[in-house]
Nanobody, 122 residues
Framework: QVQLVESGGGLVQPEGSLRLSCAAS????????MGWYRQAPGKERELVAT???????NYQDSVKDRFTISRDNAKNTVLLQMNTLKPEDTAVYYC????????????????WGQGTQVTVSS
């Protein structure tokens, strides 16, 4: 009933920029935190950045000052602006969101997108 769809990945040269977008749709009552994670080949999925419904943000140390997370609550979207990309940023990037789907029951579940590939290479 809830879908998260990412877009914006691709191939970029080192020092380049990309912007990832993730849109949530379906039976949504409210969305709490939203975030971006990534998984490189042979590595575990790791947190990149999160943002609360009020706009408070948190970043992995390696992306601070290069990546910016933002959200549009009216459109149920979360964005990740990635600047000064490095080869080590290469990974599949996933968005997630903590979503309430029922007005009758206050239960929040975490939903994930399908992932979008980001490759940083010359």
């Amino acid at each position: 009933q809830v879908q998260l769809v990412e877009s914006g990945g691709g191939l970029v040269q080192p020092e380049g920029s990309l912007r990832l977008s993730c849109a949530a749709s379906g039976s949504i009552v409210s969305i709490n935190a939203m975030g971006w994670y990534r998984q490189a080949p042979g590595k575990e999925r790791e947190l990149v950045a999160t943002i609360t419904s009020s706009g408070s943000t948190n970043y992995q140390d390696s992306v601070k000052d290069r990546f910016t997370i933002s959200r549009d609550n009216a459109k149920n979207t979360v964005l990740l602006q990635m600047n000064t990309l490095k080869p080590e940023d290469t990974a599949v990037y996933y968005c997630n969101a903590d979503i309430r789907t029922s007005r009758a029951i206050n239960i929040v579940k975490t939903y994930w997108g399908q992932g979008t590939q980001v490759t940083v290479s010359s």
